[in-house]
């Protein structure tokens, strides 16, 4: 019997896993949270997410379980397990992410922080998309230099406007 290829995480436009018959599944909140840290940041300790998602509580076992609760959630709703680890959370094997498109509309990335979030989740969002515009805004850039020099002017400056459109201070 073949084998099903993984679940994919698309994170352009919102956040969503796609399985392997093509089926996708929303991702909201938390999940999308934590599988975008995941698939940016890589792994990283179930403490650290802990302090991240509920910076007011000391990391014990209701914290603990809120997470595992979470994460059983998410593992059911797939129907494979989404993020692996113990004391340091992954994405699971079976899902695979093909990394950002920088030309993609990425804009709704993450657009609401799960209630309570702390202060350094936030910041890494705005950092993220800080990060995200300078590629953008690179990519335009190489393009239009790239169609310039080829002698493809009208494309080029078609490359041009839309990094003026992005980035109108340059």
């Known amino acids: 019997m073949p084998t099903l290829p993984p679940w994919t995480l698309l994170l ?4 969503r896993l796609q399985g392997p018959e093509g089926r996708q599944q ?5 999940d999308a949270w934590l599988l975008a840290w995941l698939a940016l940041e890589g792994p990283t300790p179930r403490t650290r997410w802990m302090a991240l998602l509920w910076p007011d509580q000391a990391p014990d076992a209701t914290l603990r379980n809120r997470l595992r609760q979470r994460l059983f959630a998410l593992k059911r709703r797939a129907g494979v397990e989404v993020v692996s680890g113990g004391e340091t959370l992954a ?5 695979h992410w093909p990394g950002l498109d920088v030309a993609a509309d990425t804009g709704s990335l993450l657009e609401m922080p799960p209630a309570g979030a702390s202060p350094e989740l936030l910041e890494w969002r705005a950092g993220w998309r800080q990060r995200q515009q300078a590629m953008r805004r690179d990519r335009l850039a190489a393009q239009s230099a790239r169609l310039e020099h080829e002698g493809r002017l009208a494309e080029a400056l078609l490359a041009a ?3 003026v459109a992005a980035e109108p201070l340059l």
Not at 12 to 15: A, E, K, L, S, V
Not at 26 to 30: Q, R
Not at 91 to 95: E, K, N, Q, S, T
């Open 26 to 30: 929303a991702l909201e909140g938390l």
């Open 91 to 95: 994405l699971g094997a079976d899902v």
């Open 161 to 163: 406007e839309a990094l």
């Open 12 to 15: 352009d436009g919102r956040p």
